[in-house]
């Protein structure tokens, strides 16, 4: 055994330094070395030795701890949209394609169909996520779409096993087994959130009167864990439950520097998850069925981007969608588990569960290649004008009015502004507003409102009045919060449908809201009057 680990660790730091001079990532390193590892000391499959697999899994434990630790509970309210409707989207919409083609086209059996669909609905959390953490562009709109929908596939993960486990076992009762796991998801929220409410802060507050740093790391590690621990005993996955215990933490003032602390056993234990996901490469099964793997793979990538392309792109812009999709076109490290448990169940057959691990894993090594060029490919694939138009240089006016959605109300507004001589700038991320707003030479910005970029860009901290006009009811009151933090409320100008939204957006301290349905009684114009933005 420390033969085995001495020979890992200097395999996988030789071929670090090699692949850090020709900029790729760490995560490659850690893979090829597992596929040594596998064809030096014959082990060919890491899932099945399940000491291995559970310290391997860990890595992704601590990655969605630290995660957690980004996203408190308010924040994920926030997301619930990336979470609960486009997350569900994705996985019904990706699982159900892949079943149907599977079982009508190719002529594959019904059950195997069905698991494989599941097992390709996943993607990478572990892989995404470590190398969005390490860019920052976590707290990019497209590392938000991504993290929203990687969540809502963790938490299928868990109904997922609980299918495999039926379809294993002719006795199961499906009811029972859905009745056994809502119970539980029922305790696990439950005692974690009231742990979190009460006796977190306190907790950590004695902890940090010992002056023990390892005191308090160790803190860390047990509540890591022991979350992870619990809510694998309640038949849920370890990482959801680091994931909760994560977010719990963010509501207290302790969460910087848990994450500092954390971030070494989390870099380490993913270095060995990577190299187990390395040992399950099996050459002879990728040359045997070379072309099966090869077309399998790019059917999967080209599906997965479609699909995420399409459920991404009511809300979001162009290029953040291609971004997302480009994110999440691989398949994931619980597919690799799921497989796993169906091929020892005897649900999936040798030729397919070879087939599928061999994809998977290619899947995943292109991922951070992908990652890396996210932007050149989205050049490629998106038009470069309209890539100009969303980077647009910082505008060097002041006393401006913003305009904010360039729909009927907004160029109304605008029309107003030109007619008084007023200066303004428009920002819309429909393709088609936006080019007949070019055609007609408005001085419009191709971007999504709430984007930090795009508001700093059009210098949003300078304007004079910022005119929220956007249909969304959602999207507004994410907007309107966002542009707290750049401007005085009481510049804010807010336009709803009804007055049912009113007091929401009253709620974040915007005074000046003005309902559509009552505008035939005023001019247009007199929301820009000096008179109307001073009062």
Known sequence: MLTFIVFALFTSLVLNIILKKVQLPTIIGYIITGTVIAYVFGIHSAVNNHDLQEVAEFGVVFLMFTIGL??????????????????????????????????????????????????IALSSTAIVLKTFNETGEINKRYGQR?????????????PILLVIGFLSSSNSDIGSLLIRMLISAVVLLTLLWLIGK?????????????????????????????ASYFAHVLGFSYSLGAFIAGTLIAETKYKHQAEADLIPFRDLLLGVFFITVGMQIRFDIIFEYIHIVVML???????????????????????????????????????????????SSGLVGPPYGQVM??????????TPIILKNLSMITDFIARKDEEKEFHVESMNVKDHTVILGFGEFGRNIAKSLRDSGQIYVAVDNNIETYQRARKDKEPIVFGNATSKEILKSINISHAKNIIVAIDNPKKLYNVCEILKRYVDTHKIIVKIHTSAGKEAIRELGIKKIVIENELASNSVSELIMPSFANS
Not at 81 to 108: H, K, P
Not at 199 to 220: A, C, M, Q, R, Y
Not at 357 to 366: E, H, K, R
Request: no cysteine; hydrophobic share 60%; aromatic share 10%.
């Open 357 to 366: 691990i061999a994809t998977i894993v290619l899947s995943m090594i292109l």
């Open 297 to 343: 793979l790019a059917a999967i990538m080209v599906l997965k981007f479609l699909i995420v392309f399409a459920v991404t792109s009511f809300s979001e812009s162009k290029r953040v969608s291609i971004k997302t999709a480009l994110s999440l076109v691989q398949v994931g490290e619980f597919s690799l588990a799921l497989l796993e448990l169906a091929r």
């Open 198 to 226: 009460y006796l977190l802060e306190p907790f950590f507050d004695e902890i940090i009167k010992t002056n023990s740093d390892e005191l308090f790391v160790g803190t860390i590690l047990f509540l890591a864990i022991g």
């Open 70 to 119: 980004e996203f408190s509970i308010s924040h994920l309210k926030k997301m619930k949209n990336e979470v609960f409707l486009t997350g569900s989207l994705q996985i019904v919409l990706t699982a159900l394609t892949v079943y149907l083609l599977a079982y009508y086209l190719f002529g594959i059996e019904q059950q195997i169909s069905f698991i494989l669909s599941l097992a």
């Open 146 to 158: 991504s993290l929203g929908i990687l969540i809502m596939q963790d938490i299928a993960v868990i």
